[in-house]
C-alpha cells in the first residue's frame, strides 16, 4: 500500500490546525501529516502535539524556531518524507483555503500518471472564493507572467496545494532551490517541468481564510515577478537531465 504525507507548514494557525487535523483523518484514505510549525507564538505546535496521542503513527511535526520561510519549511518536510519512505508528499495550507475533499483528487492523478499534480485555481476559469478582486487579477496575470517568461503550460504557477510523486523529490536536488517565499512555488514546479516530469493540473475552488491571519503581502507577488526571471535564467547554466 502506498504512503502518503501531508505537508502543511505553520505559523499562527490555532484557530485552524486542530479542525484541519480532524478532517484530513475522516477521509477514506489512510494520509499521514506532518505538521512544520516555524515557532508560532500562538501555540500552534502544542496543539498539534496534544492531538499526537489520538492519531498514533499518523500525525508527527518538526519545531522550527522562528519563521525561516515557506520553502524552507517544504524543503524540510520534503527530505523527511523521502527519509521515511513515503510514496507521494503533498503540500497544503493549514487554513482551508485548500478543500481537504481535494486531497483525493489530487492523490488520483498520481496514482493515475501524473508525476506532479496541481490543484489549480485557474485551469477552467477563475475559482477563487473571498478574494478581493484586485488580488484575482494580481494572481491571474501574474500567472500568465509566468507562463510567458518560463514556457511552462501551466495555468496555476502560483499555487501552493500539490501532490508530488516520490520520484520527484528524489531527483530535485534542493541545494540548488534558492526562493524560499512563494517565488518556492515557481521554482519547483519550474524544476520539476525542466526534468521532463508529466506536470498535470486539477481544478479546484479555493476559497479565502474565514480564520486567523493571511500571510499573504504584495512583496510577496513581488518576489515572484522578479524571482522569475531569475529562475529563467540560471536555468540557462543548469543541466536537467534524470
Known amino acids: 500500500m502506498n504512503k502518503v504525507l501531508v505537508i502543511i507548514p505553520t505559523y499562527n494557525e490555532k484557530e485552524n490546525i486542530g479542525k484541519m487535523i480532524q478532517t484530513i483523518f475522516a477521509l477514506p484514505v489512510e494520509y499521514h501529516m506532518l505538521i512544520v510549525d516555524d515557532g508560532s507564538p500562538d501555540g500552534t505546535a502544542s496543539i498539534v502535539k496534544e492531538m499526537q496521542s489520538a ?11 522562528g519563521k525561516q520561510g515557506l520553502g524552507t519549511a517544504y524543503i524540510a518536510g520534503f527530505k523527511w518524507a523521502l527519509e ?3 510514496d507521494f508528499a ?11 475533499n481535494d486531497l483525493l483528487l489530487l492523490h488520483n492523478a498520481c496514482l493515475n500518471g501524473a508525476d506532479l499534480a496541481i490543484g489549480s485555481r485557474y485551469k477552467s476559469g477563475v475559482n477563487v472564493v473571498n478574494w478581493p478582486m484586485g488580488r484575482v487579477l494580481m494572481s491571474y496575470f501574474a500567472s500568465i507572467y509566468v507562463r510567458i517568461v518560463t514556457g511552462m503550460k501551466i ?10 510523486k516520490r520520484i520527484v523529490l528524489e ?8 526562493f524560499k517565499g512563494y517565488a518556492f512555488q515557481i521554482e519547483m514546479k ?7 516530469f508529466h506536470v498535470e493540473e486539477i481544478p479546484i475552488v479555493f476559497t479565502d481564510r474565514r480564520e486567523g491571519t493571511s500571510k499573504m503581502s504584495g512583496g510577496i507577488f513581488n518576489e515572484a515577478l ?14 536537467y537531465k534524470r
Request: aromatic residues 24%; glycine residues 6%.
Open 90 to 100: 503533498f503540500e497544503m495550507d493549514a487554513d482551508f483555503s485548500h478543500n481537504p
Open 190 to 196: 519550474f524544476t520539476t517541468w525542466k526534468y521532463g
Open 155 to 164: 495555468y496555476d504557477t502560483t499555487s501552493g496545494f500539490k501532490c508530488y
Open 84 to 86: 521515511n519512505q513515503y
Open 55 to 65: 492519531y498514533p503513527g499518523k500525525l508527527f511535526i518538526i519545531e522550527r524556531s
Open 226 to 239: 522578479w524571482g522569475v526571471l531569475r529562475i529563467k535564467l540560471n536555468s540557462f547554466f543548469r543541466s
Open 171 to 178: 531527483t530535485i536536488n534542493f541545494d540548488k532551490i534558492r
